[in-house]
C-alpha cells in the first residue's frame, strides 16, 4: 500500500511544549497517519498529514453505535538519539482482536507499521529526550458510514495521532490511593472487557469521578457477578505480592489482555518469582494485609508502566500497603522496563524496535 507524505509547512508547526512539565496527553503533535476502509477497496489512501480536525456526517455510525477501538503505547528517546518502540507488533495485534469482537476490519499490521515509522520519522523532534518522557502514541478505528440502524459499519477511518508526555498519575511514581468499588462494574463475562474499546472507558467515568472525589486515584473493579473478586484498575491491570507470590486475576474475557502486563509476568519468571493467574476476592486482599503478608501491590499499563498502590478503600475499611511506600518489587520492575524502553539495559526478548 502506498502512504503519501504530506508534511506540514514550517510555519504551521507548532512550538514544542516544555518537556519537564508535559503532563498526559496535553499536546498534539504536528502530523497523524491516516488511511480509510470500504467494502469495495479495503485500506486505502493512506497517509502522513498535518493533524488537522475530521469532518464526520451527523449519521457516522460510530457516533450512534460505538463502533470505536483504540491503543496505546509510546516511543522513548534512546540515550544515543534514537528512536525506540515498545512492543509495537503486539498492540496492533491486540488492536485485530478488539476489531473482530466489534465487527471491524483488522488492519494490515505490516503496512501501519510503515505508516508509524514515516510518522514518527517526520516527527522525530515531537520525541522528548527527557528521562521519564515519552511520544505517547494513539492507534484509533471508528465507524464512518453515515447510517442509522444497529448493524456493523461499511466504512471505517484508520488514524495515529501521538503526543508528548510526562507521568500519567499526578504522583508520578509515589503511590497511589485505590478505590475499590462493588457499586458499579466495568465489563461481564461475554461482554467487551477484553476489547479496547471506547464503551468501556465511557463506563468507567462515574465510578472514577466519584472516586476523585473522595480523594483517591482511580477505581479497582469487581467482577460483574459476584462482585467481590478482583478484576482490574480504570487504567490498570493489578498484580498483589502476597507471601512468596505474585498474583493477578487471569485474562477470562472481562479484563483487557495488557502489554505491560504481560511484560511484567515474563520478567518475573525470568527472574525466578513465582507468579499466579488466578481469581482473587478483595477479602483475601484485605485478610492478607491484616496477616502481614500483602507485601505490595502494583498496577501495569502502557500509560503509567508500573504504579505502586500504597493504600486501598472498600466499604468504609482502608488498607494501607508496605507503609504508604513503593515496594521493591515494583521499583525493580519499573527499572527494569524503562532501562529496557530508553536502551540503557539489555533487551533478551527483542521487545525494542528502533527507528
Given at each position: 500500500?502506498?502512504?503519501?507524505?504530506?508534511?506540514?509547512?514550517?510555519?504551521?508547526?507548532?512550538?514544542?511544549?516544555?518537556?519537564?512539565?508535559?503532563?498526559?496527553?496535553?499536546?498534539?503533535?504536528?502530523?497523524?497517519?491516516?488511511?480509510?476502509?470500504?467494502?469495495?477497496?479495503?485500506?486505502?489512501?493512506?497517509?502522513?498529514?498535518?493533524?488537522?480536525?475530521?469532518?464526520?456526517?451527523?449519521?457516522?455510525?460510530?457516533?450512534?453505535?460505538?463502533?470505536?477501538?483504540?491503543?496505546?503505547?509510546?516511543?522513548?528517546?534512546?540515550?544515543?538519539?534514537?528512536?525506540?518502540?515498545?512492543?509495537?507488533?503486539?498492540?496492533?495485534?491486540?488492536?485485530?482482536?478488539?476489531?473482530?469482537?466489534?465487527?471491524?476490519?483488522?488492519?494490515?499490521?505490516?503496512?501501519?507499521?510503515?505508516?508509524?515509522?514515516?510518522?514518527?520519522?517526520?516527527?522525530?523532534?515531537w520525541v522528548p529526550d527527557?528521562?521519564?518522557?515519552?511520544?505517547?502514541?494513539?492507534?484509533?478505528?471508528?465507524?464512518?458510514?453515515?447510517?442509522?440502524?444497529?448493524?456493523?459499519?461499511?466504512?471505517?477511518?484508520?488514524?495515529?495521532?501521538?503526543?508528548?508526555?510526562?507521568?500519567?498519575?499526578?504522583?508520578?511514581?509515589?503511590?497511589?490511593?485505590?478505590?475499590?468499588?462493588?457499586?458499579?462494574?466495568?465489563?461481564?463475562?461475554?461482554?467487551?472487557?477484553?476489547?479496547k474499546t471506547a464503551g468501556?472507558?465511557?463506563?468507567?467515568?462515574?465510578?472514577?469521578?466519584?472516586?476523585?472525589?473522595?480523594?483517591?486515584?482511580?477505581?479497582?473493579?469487581?467482577?460483574?457477578?459476584?462482585?467481590?473478586?478482583?478484576?482490574?484498575?480504570?487504567?490498570?491491570?493489578?498484580?498483589?505480592?502476597?507471601?512468596?507470590?505474585?498474583?493477578?486475576?487471569?485474562?477470562?474475557?472481562?479484563?483487557?489482555?495488557?502489554?505491560?502486563?504481560?511484560?511484567?509476568?515474563?520478567?518475573?519468571?525470568?527472574?525466578?518469582?513465582?507468579?499466579?493467574?488466578?481469581?482473587?476476592?478483595?477479602?483475601?486482599?484485605?485478610?492478607?494485609a491484616e496477616s502481614g503478608?500483602?507485601?505490595?501491590?502494583?498496577?501495569?499499563?502502557?500509560?503509567?508502566?508500573?504504579?505502586?498502590?500504597?493504600?486501598?478503600?472498600?466499604?468504609?475499611?482502608?488498607?494501607?500497603?508496605?507503609?504508604?511506600?513503593?515496594?521493591?518489587?515494583?521499583?525493580?520492575?519499573?527499572?527494569?522496563?524503562?532501562?529496557?524502553?530508553?536502551?540503557?539495559?539489555?533487551?533478551?526478548?527483542?521487545?525494542?524496535?528502533?527507528?
Amino acid at each position: 500500500m502506498e502512504i503519501r507524505l504530506e508534511k506540514a509547512p514550517a510555519s504551521e508547526c507548532k512550538a514544542k511544549p516544555d518537556a519537564a512539565a508535559l503532563g498526559f496527553g496535553r499536546h498534539m503533535a504536528d502530523h497523524m497517519f491516516v488511511m480509510t476502509w470500504d467494502q469495495e477497496h479495503g485500506w486505502h489512501d493512506a497517509a502522513v498529514k498535518k493533524y488537522a480536525e475530521f469532518a464526520l456526517d451527523p449519521a457516522a455510525m460510530v457516533l450512534h453505535y460505538g463502533q470505536a477501538i483504540f491503543e496505546g503505547l509510546k516511543a522513548f528517546r534512546g540515550s544515543d538519539g534514537s528512536i525506540h518502540l515498545f512492543r509495537p507488533t503486539a498492540n496492533f495485534a491486540r488492536m485485530n482482536k478488539s476489531a473482530e469482537r466489534m465487527c471491524m476490519p483488522t488492519i494490515p499490521v505490516d503496512e501501519v507499521m510503515k505508516g508509524l515509522r514515516m510518522l514518527l520519522e517526520t516527527d522525530a523532534d515531537w520525541v522528548p529526550d527527557v528521562q521519564g518522557a515519552s511520544l505517547y502514541i494513539r492507534p484509533t478505528m471508528i465507524a464512518t458510514e453515515p447510517a442509522l440502524g444497529v448493524r456493523p459499519s461499511n466504512r471505517y477511518l484508520f488514524y495515529i495521532i501521538t503526543c508528548p508526555v510526562g507521568a500519567y498519575y499526578p504522583e508520578g511514581f509515589d503511590p497511589v490511593k485505590i478505590y475499590v468499588t462493588d457499586k458499579y462494574v466495568r465489563a461481564v463475562p461475554g461482554g467487551v472487557g477484553a476489547a479496547k474499546t471506547a464503551g468501556n472507558y465511557a463506563a468507567s467515568i462515574m465510578a472514577a469521578m466519584e472516586a476523585q472525589k473522595a480523594g483517591y486515584t482511580q477505581v479497582l473493579w469487581l467482577d460483574a457477578v459476584e462482585r467481590r473478586y478482583v478484576e482490574e484498575v480504570g487504567t490498570m491491570n493489578i498484580f498483589f505480592v502476597i507471601g512468596d507470590e505474585v498474583v493477578t486475576p487471569p485474562l477470562t474475557g472481562s479484563i483487557l489482555p495488557g502489554i505491560t502486563r504481560q511484560s511484567v509476568i515474563q520478567l518475573l519468571e525470568d527472574w525466578g518469582t513465582r507468579v499466579v493467574e488466578r481469581k482473587i476476592a478483595i477479602d483475601e486482599v484485605f485478610a492478607a494485609a491484616e496477616s502481614g503478608q500483602l507485601k505490595e501491590i502494583f498496577g501495569t499499563g502502557t500509560a503509567a508502566v508500573i504504579s505502586p498502590v500504597g493504600a486501598l478503600h472498600f466499604n468504609g475499611r482502608d488498607c494501607q500497603v508496605n507503609g504508604g511506600d513503593t515496594g521493591p518489587l515494583a521499583q525493580r520492575l519499573f527499572d527494569q522496563l524503562q532501562g529496557i524502553q530508553y536502551g540503557a539495559l539489555a533487551d533478551p526478548h527483542q521487545w525494542i524496535e528502533t527507528l
